[in-house]
């Protein structure tokens, strides 16, 4: 058997700065998203866990964890006191949230909104119960520190339903919404300092300030502007996050400069 994906490559550039994904049905009927990198082509599952296994026969890793820990409830008479997220557990159940994390990213960059929610508001309660859990903070803030840019992208699929729907109303609503609960986050965690600086609020910002102006101009109309794709610094941003879980530092500081640059006046 060749193994060889030469041809697969070849038949679709990777384009630097780009997001390509597309959507395709598997041998086995079943739909596949995949996404161009630049050294091959990642392919993941379009329903449950995207590399298509099953944790100990679970949906998936955070499935598994919620389970143990109503198993310890039963032990201990409802009581969860106790139980406790080691860190090999939480380092597993974040590099299962990348899976999730590629996934909408294509599913938004494919205008399928409704399937970003769904994988966004389930890494979300992810986080939420590793915060709960966690032996220490230090542990718990290794995986809330990548909040702000799962909130961010549920505002945005949220939102682009609503520019879909001409609701502009809504639309800002949950925009408004969305910057609320970053500047929560940032309070509630005791890192104020960070609110300030956060891309995450200003690309937020930004759009509500395209929006406003653009379905004032235009009523009854879809704004150019009212479709928000992911601008350049926020995929470099994306990829910044990620080369930081994989503790690919040289990548990290390469990706961390050419946004300074391109942030700078």
Known sequence: MNFDISHLL???DYQPGQLAVRRLK???GQDRVQMRLDLGILQMHADGRPDGKRPMGHVSLYEFFQDRLE???LENDDNEEGFVLKPADISR???EAIQYHHRYICFFQLGDYDSVLRDAER???MFDFVDDYAENDDLSWSLQQFRPQLLMMLTRAEGSLAVDEEDWTQATEVIKEGIEALKEFYSDFGKPELMDHSGEIQSLEQWLEELESSSKDGIGEKP???IKKLTKVEKLEIDLQEAIVREDYEKAAKVRD???K???P
């Open 262 to 264: 391109l942030k700078s």
């Open 10 to 12: 070849e038949s679709w």
């Open 224 to 226: 150019e502007k009212a």
């Open 26 to 28: 598997g041998k086995d």
């Open 71 to 73: 198993k310890y409830k």
């Open 123 to 125: 890494n979300l309660k």
């Open 258 to 260: 050419i946004i300074n």
């Open 93 to 95: 159940l974040q590099q």
